[in-house]
């Protein structure tokens, strides 16, 4: 009822209706390491008997993987303002602020935002631009931002959600960016969405990319493809 409500649900699965590793071991019983093994065997059971009982009522259990050229992502590929900074901030920093840290870094990019020219080839049409950030995505969020409220995004849809903001001409239009983002309130004017299979971005200049929040390269090509329902969780 959950599913068909469109909630996404995630089943959290132990075997210990099977075996329970430390009521099995100890005093002659059995070693407590290979006892423990055997509760991991039974786990692996339970979640092999659920996936076949969600497949066989409709429900997948297999979600889709982002392909980056050779790499892939499971959540996001990013470029532009602020996505290099969980890889940029330094661990140093990270210890003593936590997350912090990542505020304190951004912060620091106010004043130097950059913007790339781009082309960009995706199912059914082109289109050119010069854009501040970029997500490309398989996920309803992305820190904290509800995509999912703004372009319908699923994990097992067998499409990529695109989203690129323009370059804000004044300060007040980054304001206006900001608020579109955060009540999932696109203006076109301001910010490019789009659903596809595949995206073929081009730029005159190398672009800096985060996947999964980690440093993917630098490329001035790259085709994104969506995976469909390539990876199954059990």
């Given at each position: 009822?959950?599913?068909?409500?469109?909630?996404?649900v995630g089943l959290v699965i132990g075997g210990g209706n099977f075996?329970?590793?430390?009521?099995?071991?100890?005093?002659?019983?059995?070693?407590r390491t290979r006892a423990d093994h055997i509760g991991m065997l039974a786990t692996v059971m339970n979640c092999l008997a659920v996936a076949d009982v969600c497949e066989q009522k409709g429900i997948p259990v297999s979600v889709d993987v982002g392909r980056f050229g050779g790499r892939y992502f499971a959540y996001v590929a990013a470029f532009g303002?602020?996505?290099?900074?969980?890889?940029?901030?330094?661990?140093?920093?990270?210890?003593?602020?936590g997350k912090l840290a990542y505020l304190?870094?951004?912060?620091?990019?106010?004043?130097?935002?950059?913007?790339?020219?781009?082309?960009?080839?995706?199912?059914?049409?082109?289109t050119d631009g010069e854009f501040l950030v970029g997500l490309i995505s398989?996920?309803?969020?992305?820190?904290?931002?509800?995509?999912?409220?703004?372009i319908d995004a699923s994990m097992s849809d067998g499409l990529l959600e695109v989203t690129l903001?323009?370059?804000?001409?004044?300060?007040?239009?980054?304001?206006?960016?900001?608020?579109?983002?955060?009540?999932?309130?696109?203006?076109?004017?301001?910010?490019?969405?789009?659903?596809?299979?595949?995206?073929?971005?081009?730029?005159?200049e190398?672009?800096?990319?985060t996947l999964d929040g980690e440093y993917g390269g630098s490329p001035s090509e790259v085709t994104i493809e969506n995976l469909h329902r390539a990876l199954t969780i059990h």
């Open positions: 009822q959950c599913v068909e409500l469109g909630v996404e075996w329970r590793g430390a009521k099995n071991s100890g005093g002659g019983k059995m070693e303002a602020f996505t290099d900074v969980p890889y940029v901030t330094s661990q140093d920093s990270k210890n003593v602020l304190v870094e951004g912060a620091q990019r106010l004043s130097s935002l950059k913007t790339y020219p781009l082309h960009l080839e995706y199912d059914g049409g082109e398989n996920s309803s969020y992305v820190a904290g931002l509800p995509v999912g409220r703004w903001v323009r370059k804000p001409n004044l300060m007040i239009e980054l304001t206006r960016v900001a608020s579109n983002l955060l009540l999932g309130e696109l203006d076109p004017e301001l910010i490019f969405s789009v659903k596809t299979k595949r995206l073929r971005i081009t730029s005159p190398p672009i800096p990319w």
